[in-house]
């Protein structure tokens, strides 16, 4: 998920203007760089595939769906750069277009099936998906999402994997319900999340517990959510690190002081 500021076009076009080619495009190189763009507009056909599943209740082969786009998402940025696709294809922004394909996954086909499930209250789950929408649009408009040790700003709108946990714990929909309420107050909270991939701190131990969340994830998937104790607990342990690992450690800097 590369969500950033959104690109001031006007400043876009002077830096073209102003830097230096560093080497002469050709037109395999724009061929190449062009395919970036499809490869991370795949993501939306992608969500597609998602919400065909979600309107039929297969769940789990949507979450695989989501899980795809996840891969998409996370490659399309290092070949971004790799391919220099800013430089040989200035006519097509890729923050914008990354920015329209994660809303679709990160936040539209979710917000679908957080509010079709039948796990919330039923009065409350229409309601609930609108707050999800809004609140998502919202945020991903907001320049001020990402902190300057790219640290996202409140709940970071990774309403896929909210989803997923709803799935997975399969609460009393009161609870599911206040749950899914508050995660959309706490987009705007005054509060750091991690950003798996790009905080630096603790890379190493990030990384590790995001392969094995990946490979506890893929297993719960396979098993349709019929999955032990000790797994959903690992899951939940592997949430509360990415959500909470920053607070908890500013308040043990803060006692320190």
Not at 8 to 25: H, L, V, W, Y
Not at 227 to 248: Q, R, T, W
Request: overall charge neutral; proline content about 5%; charged content about 10%.
């Amino acid at each position: 998920m590369q969500i950033g500021a959104i690109p001031d076009s006007t400043a876009g076009a002077m830096d073209q203007t102003t830097e230096p080619d560093s080497a002469p495009a050709t037109s395999r190189m724009r061929i190449a760089a062009f395919a970036v763009h499809i490869f991370t507009a795949l993501g939306a056909g992608v969500a597609l595939l998602a919400m065909l599943e979600a309107v039929r209740e297969h769940w789990a082969n949507m979450f695989g769906w989501l899980g795809a786009a996840l891969i998409i998402d996370a490659i399309d940025g290092p070949l971004a750069r790799k391919l220099d696709v800013v430089r040989l294809q200035p006519n097509w922004s890729g923050d914008v277009l990354d920015l329209v394909v994660d809303f679709v996954t990160y936040v539209f086909v979710p917000a679908y099936a957080i509010t079709a499930s039948g796990l919330l209250l039923p009065v409350a789950a229409p309601l609930l998906g609108i707050g999800i929408m809004v609140s998502g649009a919202l945020y991903f408009a907001d320049r001020r999402m990402k902190a300057s040790d790219n640290h996202f700003r409140g709940f970071p709108a990774l309403w896929n994997a909210a989803a997923f946990y709803l799935f997975l714990l399969h609460l009393p929909p009161i609870l599911s319900t206040l749950g899914i309420a508050i995660l959309i107050a706490l987009t705007f909270a005054p509060f750091h999340v991690l950003h798996p991939i790009r905080v630096v701190r603790l890379r190493w131990l990030t990384l590790w517990l995001m392969a094995i969340g990946a490979v506890l994830a893929i297993y719960t998937l396979i098993c349709d959510f019929n999955v032990s104790a000790p797994i959903v607990v690992a899951l939940c342990a592997i949430a509360a690190y990415v959500i909470g690992s920053d607070a908890v450690i500013r308040q043990i800097k803060s006692f320190r002081a």
